[in-house]
């Protein structure tokens, strides 16, 4: 289905106007720039409103601003789970983890598991990493976005599409580093929020006002927690399997931590986190549930897809039109600049540096512009190819739940276990990657349906490679000192910063700021049970 949006010259206006900033904020922070921490992690000097709006908007990409809307109308409100559950994760990896991330002065997640561990962790967290970042998330970021701004701009051709919006990312991330990155970021984050509240206002006035909505739309649409047999989120799947995914997205993921990694100090870091996840829970309102709306708006939409585009188009006014585009736009620019940063961290941190540890700091900076350069012509020839393995491509979407289990439990362990050591660590990822591989081949490729959802696979593949960890540490030798010191949560962790926070007042105290969010979390779960 093709919508044939026709714009007024002032939304084209706003359209150019925003790729124009973009693009000159990369080319103006590429100036500021001399080192490598500079370019890859801003220096380590950004400041909590930045992280967590650049967090916020690296998450929320235009397909999941589709995606949500569209399982919103075909199945009801439950997707939310995966954005509340969010909040939660930023938490306990604000208590518990970043302290530890912080200390290790790392420039990636793959160099933290170095530390703690050895480089074989390193190697294959990276190697998963890049593969996930380019094939799926850039790649695949790109091809939706051009499907969907052609569906709405059927005279658009998708290689052009493509090519655009990578070569318009990749000007100002190759510029202007993980800076541009974060600060366009904040921008598309305000112009994300400012158009989904702007749809729902208008779609709430056609319909006549939430009263209506919640005569007219099935209880069961507008419920979270759903039944053992639910197709789509389960309850026991949203406390286990929504649980470790998120671990995995929000507190390990190079493009999301490395946000966290450019803090100016703990207390910027922890701030950002927990913003982040704050901004996450208004996405049930002004994303979420415009989709339950437009059952009332539109009842015989063929497509899901099609809800958020069509809303767009037909509720928003002139020069509005041009903002909220901007925002959609922006959305899909925040995805491929996040991932093409994060790859090229990952490239010359992990493995440049190691292979030519004589290059100074000015090289590597050169060597990340290179190879994010080189990503982005890799990510737009792969795009449109994806329109070919379409069944491929959506295995790849699932495949988190068979391949990331092993990692989360290597830092879940690394940071609160000081036992755990690199041949544990090593054996889990073995048997965990080769569990999951097997899941993955009987799961999605032998059968005709899957016999176990990937939410139930994610904490079987953890908890095995759980035991497998533990085993094999307790087997071998302790860790050398070094391989813990600095590295992880104790008890001692907590009374050293009960110390420091006696000193701030309740608002900059991580501690009151994380019960009052997961409070906030807990009436809404609840509200809408």
Same mark, same amino acid.
């Given at each position: 289905? /093709?919508?044939?949006?026709?714009?007024h010259?002032?939304d084209?206006?706003? !359209? @150019?106007?925003?790729?124009v900033?973009?693009?000159?904020?990369?080319?103006?922070?590429?100036?500021? %720039?001399?080192?490598?921490?500079?370019?890859?992690?801003?220096?380590?000097?950004?400041?909590?409103?930045?992280?967590?709006?650049?967090?916020?908007?690296?998450?929320?990409s235009?397909?999941?601003?589709?995606?949500?809307?569209?399982?919103?109308?075909?199945?009801?409100?439950?997707?939310?789970n995966?954005?509340?559950m969010?909040?939660?994760?930023?938490? =306990?990896?604000?208590?518990?983890?970043?302290?530890?991330?912080?200390?290790?002065?790392?420039?990636?997640?793959? /160099?933290?598991?170095?530390?703690?561990f050895?480089?074989?962790?390193?190697?294959?967290?990276?190697?998963?990493?890049?593969?996930?970042?380019?094939?799926?998330?850039?790649?695949?970021?790109?091809?939706?976005?051009?499907?969907?701004?052609?569906?709405?701009?059927?005279?658009?051709?998708?290689?052009?599409?493509v090519?655009?919006?990578?070569?318009?990312?990749?000007?100002?991330?190759?510029?202007?580093?993980?800076?541009?990155?974060?600060?366009?970021?904040?921008?598309?984050?305000?112009?994300?929020?400012?158009?989904s509240? !702007?749809?729902?206002?208008?779609?709430?006035?056609?319909?006549?006002?939430?009263?209506?909505?919640?005569a007219a739309?099935?209880?069961?649409?507008?419920?979270?927690?759903?039944?053992?047999?639910?197709?789509g989120?389960?309850? *026991?799947?949203?406390? $286990?399997?929504?649980?470790?995914?998120?671990?995995?997205?929000?507190?390990?993921?190079?493009?999301?931590?490395?946000?966290?990694?450019?803090?100016?100090?703990?207390? %910027?870091?922890?701030w950002?986190?927990?913003?982040?996840?704050?901004?996450?829970? *208004?996405?049930?309102?002004?994303?979420?549930?415009?989709?339950?709306?437009?059952?009332?708006?539109?009842?015989?939409?063929?497509?899901?897809?099609?809800?958020?585009?069509?809303?767009?188009?037909?509720?928003? *006014?002139?020069?509005?039109?041009?903002?909220?585009?901007?925002?959609?736009?922006?959305?899909?620019?925040s995805?491929?600049?996040? $991932?093409?940063?994060?790859?090229?961290?990952? @490239?010359?941190?992990?493995?440049?540096?190691?292979?030519?540890?004589?290059?100074?700091? %000015?090289?590597?900076?050169?060597?990340?512009?290179?190879? $994010?350069?080189?990503?982005? @012509?890799?990510?737009?020839l792969?795009?449109?190819?994806?329109?070919?393995?379409?069944?491929?491509f959506?295995?790849?979407?699932?495949?988190?739940?068979?391949?990331?289990?092993?990692?989360?439990?290597?830092?879940?362990?690394?940071?609160?276990?000081?036992?755990?050591?690199?041949?544990?660590?090593?054996?889990?990822?073995?048997?965990?990657?080769?569990?999951?591989?097997?899941?993955?081949?009987?799961?999605?490729?032998?059968?005709?349906?899957?016999?176990?959802?990937?939410?139930? =696979?994610?904490p079987?593949?953890? =908890?095995?490679?759980?035991?497998?960890?533990?085993?094999?540490?307790?087997?071998?030798?302790?860790p050398?000192?070094?391989?813990?010191?600095?590295?992880?949560?104790?008890?001692a $962790?907590?009374?050293?910063?009960?110390?420091?926070?006696?000193?701030?007042?309740w608002w900059?105290?991580?501690?009151?700021?994380?019960?009052?969010?997961?409070?906030i979390?807990?009436?809404?779960?609840?509200?809408?049970?």
């Open positions: 289905m /093709e919508l044939g949006i026709s714009l010259p002032i084209i206006g706003l !359209l @150019v106007a925003y790729f900033i973009a693009i000159s904020l990369g080319i103006w922070y590429g100036r500021k %720039h001399e080192t490598a921490s500079d370019f890859f992690l801003a220096g380590r000097g950004m400041l909590w409103p930045i992280i967590g709006l650049s967090l916020f908007a690296s998450n929320i235009s397909t999941t601003l589709v995606g949500l809307a569209g399982s919103a109308y075909s199945t009801g409100i439950s997707v939310f995966y954005e509340w969010a909040a939660v994760v930023l938490v =306990v990896f604000a208590v518990f983890f970043l302290p530890a991330i912080l200390r290790s002065q790392v420039y990636t997640m793959p /160099e933290f598991l170095s530390k703690r050895d480089n074989r962790a390193r190697t294959y967290f990276s190697l998963l990493t890049l593969f996930l970042n380019i094939v799926v998330d850039t790649a695949g970021g790109l091809f939706a976005g051009a499907l969907l701004l052609q569906m709405m701009f059927p005279q658009l051709d998708i290689w052009t599409t090519t655009v919006l990578a070569v318009a990312a990749g000007i100002y991330t190759i510029a202007g580093g993980l800076a541009a990155v974060m600060l366009t970021d904040a921008i598309q984050a305000v112009l994300l929020v400012f158009g509240v !702007l749809i729902t206002i208008f779609a709430l006035d056609q319909v006549g006002g939430w009263s209506a909505v919640l739309v099935p209880a069961e649409k507008l419920s979270l927690i759903r039944p053992i047999g639910d197709p989120v389960p309850w *026991p799947g949203l406390i $286990t399997g929504v649980f470790l995914l998120g671990f995995y997205f929000w507190c390990t993921n190079q493009f999301m931590v490395q946000r966290l990694l450019a803090a100016k100090n703990i207390h %910027h870091g922890r950002g986190a927990l913003f982040a996840g704050l901004l996450k829970l *208004p996405v049930l309102f002004i994303m979420v549930i415009p989709g339950t709306i437009a059952i009332l708006l539109y009842p015989d939409l063929e497509d899901p897809n099609l809800v958020y585009p069509t809303m767009l188009v037909d509720l928003l *006014p002139v020069g509005i039109l041009g903002l909220v585009l901007a925002g959609f736009v922006a959305a899909l620019m995805q491929i600049d996040s $991932t093409l940063n994060s790859a090229s961290t990952l @490239v010359v941190m992990d493995f440049v540096r190691r292979i030519r540890p004589d290059l100074n700091s %000015h090289q590597l900076m050169r060597a990340g512009q290179i190879s $994010t350069f080189v990503f982005m @012509v890799l990510a737009v792969w795009a449109p190819q994806i329109a070919r393995f379409q069944s491929i959506e295995y790849l979407q699932a495949v988190l739940a068979y391949t990331v289990p092993p990692i989360v439990a290597m830092f879940v362990f690394g940071v609160l276990w000081k036992r755990a050591n690199a041949s544990g660590g090593f054996a889990s990822l073995v048997v965990g990657g080769l569990a999951g591989a097997a899941f993955f081949i009987v799961n999605e490729v032998v059968l005709d349906a899957p016999a176990i959802g990937f939410l139930y =696979v994610a079987i593949l953890f =908890v095995l490679s759980s035991i497998v960890l533990v085993i094999g540490s307790l087997l071998t030798p302790a050398a000192l070094e391989k813990t010191e600095g590295l992880m949560w104790t008890p $962790t907590w009374h050293e910063e009960s110390a420091d926070l006696a000193g701030l007042p900059q105290n991580y501690r009151v700021l994380s019960v009052g969010l997961l409070a979390t807990a009436v809404i779960v609840i509200s809408f049970w």
